[in-house]
């Protein structure tokens, strides 16, 4: 099929996706689920019109994949900042991101090594690959009516955005355990530069640079009436300075790229002197323009006005992953015991990692039994397999990672998009009681 005819058929899926916005809850469908339906229509499975081969085209995937899960983390980290950071709710993702996420590599693993025979470093590539949860696809699991978002979706989008970076040091692992990376004598450069330096810096040069960035650009429109306009300029300026900075230090440019959303939100109004506020309401009887130049509201109009450039965006990036990902699919080669790993990480592996890595932590049943069902697997685990192939991952070992991080993320986007509706009326009934 030609250009022309696939522009085309993109064209009608995306009209047909808004008018049938309103009928796919009734049928217990998600759009990711739709997404997925069509891009495996389109593969080489069906009808043949795309072909993306994951082994003639990681390159592009992976770089795909990486600015999809760029978008997601920025807008997640714009979403996050509006809770103080000493709200006692940032413990609850701080722990599913960095204590269950460890676990959940460390049992994935065991799973790979001893029940798929995969080698140490395969399996613990592959926990490094499926460990990371997808803030993304858990958009549907909310609940919040207010200005604060509800501990459920909190926990949830922040596990996603965390663990994204987080998951990075076992997939260098897992690469150096195979022989593709260096990890020093004793492990020591993957314990200082992979793990410490990477998360840390990750995060402090995100946050620096989303406070500064942000903070000239707030100072600018209130004081001199510039640099008005454009959020959206500002929006991928910021994403593309934070992640390329933080990988020219070696740091995490996923966590950069979180902590400069974060920043960017959380910068302080400067009220000038002799101006007071314009109401509780601002948006209401005034302009983006007034807004914008007001000192009592330039920081917060500026930051909404790139939270919803970044939320069309990441409809968009939800789009083209999911669609690569069915279509993809025909490129897997399942195996018998494959079928295991699935049902196992779902029903098994993440409710016992959520409730390890959070004991102690008060949180009634019903939230317990969400975010133990809820561990979405999607982008992450995309940019991460194709990381590995374009980075010396071949022959068997790269078909055997493609099938099961393909399958397990297309049954994630089935089961998990099937179920979210129904679970989150009952986790509803259950607040309300």
């Not at 916005?21 to 593969?43: F, I, K």
């Not at 989303?210 to 991928?236: C, K, N, P, Y």
């Not at 965006?313 to 490129?331: C, F, Q, R, W």
Request: proline fraction near 4%.
């Amino acid at each position: 099929m030609s250009l022309p005819y696939e522009s085309l058929l993109l064209g009608v899926l995306l009209i047909t996706m808004v008018l049938a916005g309103t009928l796919l809850p009734r049928l217990l469908l998600s759009s990711a689920m739709v997404y997925l339906g069509v891009g495996y229509a389109l593969g080489p499975g069906v009808l043949g019109v795309v072909a993306p081969d994951p082994f003639r085209h990681a390159d592009a995937l992976e770089w795909v994949a990486e600015v999809a899960l760029l978008v997601s983390l920025f807008s997640v980290g714009l979403k996050m900042g509006c809770v103080s950071l000493r709200d006692r709710r940032w413990v609850l993702p701080l722990r599913l991101s960095l204590i269950s996420m460890t676990l959940t590599v460390g049992f994935i693993a065991a799973v790979g090594h001893w029940l798929l025979d995969l080698s140490l470093g395969a399996a613990v590539l592959l926990g490094g690959i499926l460990a990371p949860t997808d803030p993304v696809l858990a958009a549907g699991v909310q609940t919040e009516n207010g200005p604060l978002p509800d501990r459920l979706y909190f926990s949830l989008s922040g596990e996603g955005g965390l663990n994204d970076g987080t998951a990075s040091p076992f997939v260098m692992l897992g690469l150096g355990l195979l022989g593709w990376r260096e990890l020093g004598a004793g492990q020591w450069r993957w314990w200082l530069v992979d793990v410490l330096w990477s998360m840390g810096g990750g995060l402090l040069i995100g946050a620096v640079l989303g406070s500064l960035i942000g903070g000239f650009v707030v100072h600018l429109r209130t004081r001199h009436q510039q640099a008005v306009g454009l959020d959206e300029f500002l929006s991928l300026g910021l994403v593309a300075i934070a992640y390329r900075t933080a990988q020219l230090c070696l740091a995490s440019g996923f966590l950069a790229v979180l902590a400069a959303g974060l920043a960017l939100r959380r910068v302080q109004e400067r009220p000038r002197e002799g101006t007071t506020s314009l109401g509780l309401e601002p948006s209401i009887g005034h302009t983006y323009g007034e807004l914008s130049t007001h000192s009592h509201h330039a920081s917060e109009a500026m930051s909404h006005a790139v939270l919803g450039f970044n939320e069309q965006l990441e409809k968009l990036a939800e789009l083209a992953i999911v669609l690569l990902v069915g279509a993809m699919l025909p490129y897997a080669a399942p195996w018998a015991s494959l079928w295991c790993l699935v049902p196992v990480l779902f029903i098994l592996l993440r409710p016992l990692s959520v409730w390890l890595g959070c004991l102690g932590e008060p949180m009634d049943k019903c939230q317990r039994a969400m975010i133990s069902w809820f561990g979405i697997r999607g982008i992450g685990s995309v940019f991460y397999l194709m990381f590995a192939i374009g980075h010396g991952v071949a022959g068997q070992l790269a078909r055997q990672l493609l099938t099961l991080t393909l399958l397990t993320v297309a049954a994630s986007i089935v089961a998990h998009g099937i179920s979210v509706r129904p679970l989150m009326r009952w986790y509803a009934r259950q607040g309300q009681r």
